[in-house]
């Protein structure tokens, strides 16, 4: 099983500011990671897949990159509505998920 | 749109069947490359996937938990379900159905549809 370790656990910052978001592999998983949003009560919302293509709808503002091992989520211009909970996860092999980055203000 | 909304039970006694129904709406459950899969996020912890099927019935189980759990697919209701026996307070979790959208050409493999999920209380 391919465990993937995301850091930091927690990110506190304010809205305009810029969250970089860690997601460690380990093992490779070549580029076959997504990264979702998540809120208190509602569905996880796609926003990247294959490491670092915008899913439909998803702002500019969110970025990403990495392949093999190391990869980063990148939000700029930090907006009050993108306070939630991040989680990546890998298709390398079985599906797994990090354990999250809570990112609050 | 699709939909995902998923229905069933919300408590369970210690070592009986858990079992839910995901209710695809908006769009056909044969749809090409789509994968209905059951997930879970049980208190404290983050997203695990239970396993996945297909329209023409084949599935996958993650390791750990596949000696207890079975997805079936009903294409003429376009719904798909899970069946998770010798349920126990470990299994308490809100649970989600999602699609997973393959696509090789554009290396796409992600859960693109969730449901709002369900909690599931196992108790004795």
């Known amino acids: 099983e391919i465990v993937l370790t995301q850091s930091p656990a927690t990110l506190s910052l304010s809205p305009g500011e810029r969250a970089t978001l860690s997601c460690r592999a380990s093992e490779s998983v070549d580029t076959y990671l997504a990264w979702y949003q998540h809120k208190p009560g509602q569905a996880p919302r796609l926003l990247i897949y294959d490491a670092s293509h915008r899913a439909t709808g998803i702002p500019a503002r969110f970025s990403a990159s990495g392949s093999g091992t190391d990869f980063t989520l990148t939000i700029s211009n930090l907006e009050p509505e993108d306070f939630a909970v991040y989680y990546c996860q890998q298709r390398g092999g079985w599906i797994t998920f990090g354990q999250g980055t809570r990112l609050e203000i | 749109q699709v939909q995902l909304q998923e229905s069933g039970p919300r408590v369970v006694k210690t070592s009986q069947t858990l079992s839910l129904t995901c209710i695809v709406s908006?769009?056909?459950?044969?749809?090409?490359?789509?994968?209905w899969s059951w997930l879970r996020q049980r208190p404290g912890t983050g997203l695990e996937w239970i396993g996945n099927?297909?329209?023409?019935?084949?599935?996958y189980y993650m390791p750990s938990l596949k000696s207890r759990v079975t997805i079936t697919v009903d294409t003429a209701k376009n719904q798909f379900s899970l069946s998770m026996t010798s349920a126990t307070a470990a299994d308490t979790a809100v649970y989600y159905c999602a699609r997973e959208r393959q696509d090789i050409v554009t290396k796409f493999y992600a859960f693109d549809i969730w449901g709002r999920g369900t909690l599931v209380t196992v108790s004795s």
């Open positions: 908006g769009g056909s459950i044969t749809t090409s490359g789509s994968y």
């Open positions: 099927t297909y329209y023409s019935g084949t599935t």
